[in-house]
C-alpha cells in the first residue's frame, strides 16, 4: 500500500505542479515589458538623434535590436552575465547551485546565479531580496521563455539595463557616455558597458572613473579566460583610460519631435525623413537670424525634396531656447494669414481657364467689387500692366480682378482636391489678399506643384519603413492636380523672372520660383521659393500675432529663404517644357495675337507664354471679355484722369512736401515700438534724410538713433524738416 501511494504521488506530481504553475500564472500575468510607455527617440534619415523623449518616469532608452548593437559587446555581455542562455529555459540550476552554496559559506552573496531572463524578469517585476522573492523572479523568467523567443528577452535586457540616473538599456548609454551608436562601440567601451548594469550608481564613469575603470577590466580578464580578446589585447586595453563624451548636443527639429510624440504616444522610435546635416545648419542660420529680430518676433522654415516631397529641414521657431520669442510655438503649423502667397494660384486658375496668357492686360486701377474694394499695399495704382508684371508686383486689384471672374468658390474647391484646407467662414474675394488662414505646410505643398506639373503630393515626415509614412493622421491623394502641367510651367517661368532683393551672389546658381506675402496689420511675413529640386518655405512675425510695422515679406521673409537656398545642394534636375506652351506675339489693347489685329489696333506689342496658342481678348476690371480693339473702358477713363493730375502735380512743386507721419516735439519710445514708417504729400518724389543722412527706405528705425533726432522730406532742394526725441 504505502509503494501504490508512493508510485500514485510520483505520478501525480507532475500533473499537480502544473496545475499549480497554471493557476499561479493565471493569477500572476506577465506585467507589461514598459509599463511607464516608451522612451521615444525622434531620429533624422541617417538614425541620428533629433530629439528624445523619457517615459513617464522620465527614464530615457534609446530602443534597439540586437542587430543595432556591436557583436563584441553581445559576446562580452553573454559571456559575462549567462554564457547558457541560448541552452537553458530561464534558470540555469547549476549557476543557482552555485550562487546558493558561496552564500551559505561566506554569509554574503559571493556572485549571482540570475540569468539575463531572470535579471528581465526581475527589471519589469521588482521583487524583495529574500528566497520568496528569488522564486518569484525564477517564475517570472520561466514566463518569460514561455511567451517570448531568446532573441526577444535579449532585446527586452538590451533596452531596460539601468545605466545611472535617468538612463535604461544600451543605446541611451551609448549615446550618453561615448556620443555614438550602440553599433560602433569599441572594445573598452562595450566592457565598461557589459557590467554598468550591476551597480549603476557605484560604477557610472561620469562620476566614479577609477572604479569604473576597474571593473572594465575585470570583465576584459574575464573575456581574456575565455579567449575573446588575447593577452595581447588585454595588456593594451587595460592600459586604456576611458575617455567620455563631454559634448551636449542640441535639440534639432525639437517641435517637430514634440508633433510626432503626441502622434504616435507608444512608439519607442520615429524615423523621420529629416536631413540631420541640412536640419544642423538650419538650426544654426534661424539661430543667427533671430539676433535681428525685434522683441517677442520669431521665424520658422521648412525645406521640402522635391522629387519624393519628403520633408528634410523643419525648424518651428527661431530659437527653441528663447522663451521671449514664444519659442515653444510651432510656427510650420500654426494656422496664419498667407497674404499674398495663394496669387501665383488664381493666375494659374485663370491661365487653365483661357482667361489670361502671360502677357494679359490687366487693369491695377481703383475699384469697387460689390463693395470690396482692394488697395495696393503702397496705396498706389500701376493702370495698365501685363498678368506676369502684376504677379511679380504682387498687385492686389489684377487678382481680385481675375478672382472674381473664377469665383472665390470654384478657387477653394480647386485647392480643396490636394486637401489644401482654407480656414475662413466663407469663400469671398478677400481670400486672395490673405482673408483667409493657412501655414507653411500647405504652401509648401502648393509651390511644390510648379515643378511638378501642376500635382500636389502629401509630404512626406517619416521613412517609408514607418507604417505611417505620410505627414499627419489623414492621409491625402498621391496626385491630385490642381494646375495643368502648361499653366504650372508658365507660372514657374513668371516668378523665377524676378530679381532676388540686394543680397551677396550666392555660391550656387540656380532658378528660383518665389513669391512673398505680408499679412493685413503688418503681422506675419511669409516668402517661398521653390528650385527644381527643392522647395523653402519661410514665415516670419510674432507667434502673438501683435503687428511689426514697416516690415515686409520681401525685406524680412525673402532674405531669409534665398540664404536657405545657399545652404542646399546644386539642383541635378531640369525643368522641361510640356507640350502646350507656345509663345506668341500678342497686341496691346485687344490682348489678341498679332495675327488676329490689324495694325492700326496694335498700340503695343507683347511676348507671351500662351497654352495651345491662345490668346484671350482682354478683360474688363470686372470680368468681361472686351471685344473691341479699344481699351478697357474703366482702365481708360482712370488713364485719362491720371494723365490730367500729372499736369496739376507738374505746376504744384513750388512747395516742399509735407511730412505727414509724425511732428516736431514728439517723443518716442524703443521698448514700445520698432520701425516708425515715414510718409509725405508727395511719397513717390519725396527723398528722406535722418540727421541730415540719405535712407533708401522711407522708415525710421528706432534702435539705430537716440536723442534729438531730425527727419526731413526732400524733393530736389524743398525740404521739410521736424524734430522729434527717442528714448529707450
Keep these: 500500500m504505502t509503494l501504490k501511494k508512493a508510485l ?5 506530481m507532475p500533473f499537480v505542479l502544473m496545475m499549480m504553475a497554471i493557476l499561479w500564472h493565471y493569477h500572476n500575468p506577465l506585467p507589461p515589458i514598459y509599463p511607464h510607455g516608451p522612451a521615444t527617440r525622434i531620429t533624422a534619415s541617417d538614425q541620428m538623434t533629433l ?52 552564500w551559505l559559506t561566506n554569509g554574503r552573496v559571493i556572485s549571482g546565479g540570475s540569468t539575463l531572463s531572470m ?92 572604479l569604473a575603470k576597474s571593473m572594465r577590466n575585470k570583465v576584459l580578464d574575464r573575456l581574456k579566460q575565455g579567449n575573446l580578446i588575447d593577452t595581447a589585447q588585454f595588456d593594451l586595453l587595460t592600459a586604456e583610460p576611458i575617455n567620455l563624451f563631454g559634448r551636449t548636443e542640441p535639440h534639432l527639429a525639437p517641435l517637430l519631435g514634440r508633433y510626432l510624440k503626441k502622434q504616435y504616444p507608444l512608439r519607442h522610435k520615429i524615423n523621420t525623413t529629416v536631413d540631420y546635416e541640412l536640419q544642423s545648419r538650419l538650426h544654426k542660420l534661424l539661430h543667427s537670424v533671430s539676433t535681428r529680430l525685434p522683441r517677442k518676433a520669431s521665424a520658422a522654415a521648412l525645406i521640402v525634396e522635391n522629387r519624393d516631397a519628403k520633408i528634410i529641414a523643419y525648424q518651428g521657431s527661431v530659437n527653441f531656447n528663447d522663451l521671449s520669442r514664444f519659442a515653444h510655438v ?98 469671398n474675394l478677400s481670400v486672395g489678399l490673405g482673408g483667409t ?25 517619416l521613412e517609408i519603413d514607418d507604417t505611417q509614412n505620410k505627414f499627419g493622421a489623414v492621409l491625402t491623394p498621391s496626385n491630385a492636380r490642381i494646375l495643368s502641367p502648361q499653366s504650372s510651367w508658365i507660372l514657374f517661368k513668371m516668378l523665377s523672372s524676378q530679381s532676388a532683393p540686394d543680397r551677396v551672389v550666392p555660391s550656387i546658381r540656380r532658378e528660383i520660383a518665389w513669391k512673398t506675402g505680408t499679412s493685413y496689420g503688418y503681422r506675419d511675413f511669409w516668402s517661398v ?75 503695343e506689342q507683347h511676348q507671351a507664354l500662351t497654352i495651345n496658342g491662345m490668346t484671350p481678348p482682354t478683360m474688363d476690371l470686372y470680368g468681361d471679355f472686351s471685344l473691341t480693339p479699344n481699351w478697357p473702358t474703366k482702365l481708360a477713363q482712370w488713364l485719362s484722369a491720371k494723365k490730367g493730375m500729372e499736369k496739376t502735380e507738374s505746376h504744384s512743386l513750388n512747395a516742399p512736401p509735407a511730412i505727414t507721419s509724425l511732428q516736431s516735439g514728439q517723443h518716442y519710445y524703443r521698448s514700445q515700438l520698432d520701425i516708425l514708417p515715414l510718409t509725405s504729400s508727395w511719397p513717390e518724389k519725396t527723398q528722406w534724410f535722418i540727421n541730415h543722412q540719405p535712407i533708401t527706405t522711407p522708415q525710421l528705425r528706432l534702435s539705430n538713433y537716440h536723442g534729438k533726432t531730425v527727419v526731413s522730406a526732400c524733393i530736389n532742394t524743398l525740404c521739410e524738416q521736424q524734430t522729434i526725441y527717442i528714448h529707450p
Design 119 to 210: 535579471q528581465v524578469a526581475r527589471l519589469i517585476d521588482p521583487h524583495d531580496r529574500t528566497v520568496a522573492g528569488k522564486l518569484h523572479q525564477i517564475a517570472r523568467a520561466i514566463q518569460l521563455e514561455w511567451h517570448y523567443s531568446k532573441d526577444d528577452i535579449l532585446n527586452f535586457y538590451l533596452n531596460l539595463a539601468p545605466y545611472g540616473g535617468n538612463i535604461e538599456g544600451i543605446g541611451a548609454a551609448a549615446i550618453k557616455y561615448f556620443g555614438k551608436h550602440p553599433k560602433q562601440l569599441n572594445k573598452n567601451e562595450a566592457a565598461l558597458l557589459v557590467v554598468l548594469p550591476q551597480k549603476p550608481s557605484r560604477y557610472r564613469p561620469d562620476r566614479y572613473i577609477e
Design 437 to 461: 488662414g493657412t501655414n507653411l505646410l500647405s504652401l509648401a505643398k502648393l509651390y511644390r506643384a510648379l515643378v511638378s506639373g501642376g500635382e500636389v503630393k502629401a509630404l512626406q515626415m
Design 8 to 12: 500514485i504521488t510520483v505520478f501525480f
Design 51 to 102: 530629439r528624445a523623449f523619457g517615459d513617464q518616469q522620465g527614464v530615457h532608452r534609446y530602443h534597439v535590436e540586437n542587430s543595432e548593437v556591436s557583436e563584441f559587446y553581445l559576446d562580452a555581455l553573454l559571456h559575462y552575465e549567462d554564457r547558457w542562455f541560448y541552452y537553458h529555459y530561464g534558470v540555469n540550476p547549476l549557476s543557482l547551485v552555485r550562487a546558493a552554496g558561496q
Design 529 to 603: 521659393g521653390v528650385s527644381t529640386d527643392y522647395t523653402v518655405a519661410v514665415w516670419v512675425g510674432r507667434p502673438d500675432s501683435s503687428p511689426m510695422l514697416g516690415y515686409l515679406g520681401a525685406t524680412q521673409a525673402a532674405p531669409i529663404m534665398f540664404d536657405i537656398f545657399d545652404l542646399l545642394p546644386k539642383d541635378h534636375t531640369t525643368l522641361v517644357k510640356p507640350t502646350g506652351v507656345e509663345q506668341a506675339l500678342i497686341c496691346w489693347p485687344s490682348g489678341r495675337s498679332i495675327t488676329q489685329v490689324s495694325h492700326s489696333e496694335c498700340a
Design 330 to 427: 510651432d510656427m510650420v503649423r500654426a494656422t496664419r494669414s498667407p497674404g499674398s502667397t495663394l496669387k501665383p494660384f488664381i493666375y494659374g486658375q485663370a491661365l487653365d481657364l483661357g482667361l489670361i496668357h502671360s502677357k494679359s492686360l490687366l487693369s491695377d486701377i481703383p475699384a469697387d467689387f460689390n463693395g470690396y474694394k482692394p488697395q495696393n499695399l503702397n496705396g498706389y495704382f500701376s493702370g495698365a500692366i501685363t498678368a506676369e508684371q502684376a504677379l511679380q508686383k504682387s498687385l492686389n486689384v489684377p487678382a481680385i480682378q481675375l478672382l472674381n471672374r473664377i469665383s472665390p468658390k470654384k478657387f477653394e474647391a480647386n485647392l480643396a482636391k490636394a486637401d489644401i484646407q482654407l480656414s475662413h467662414q466663407k469663400a
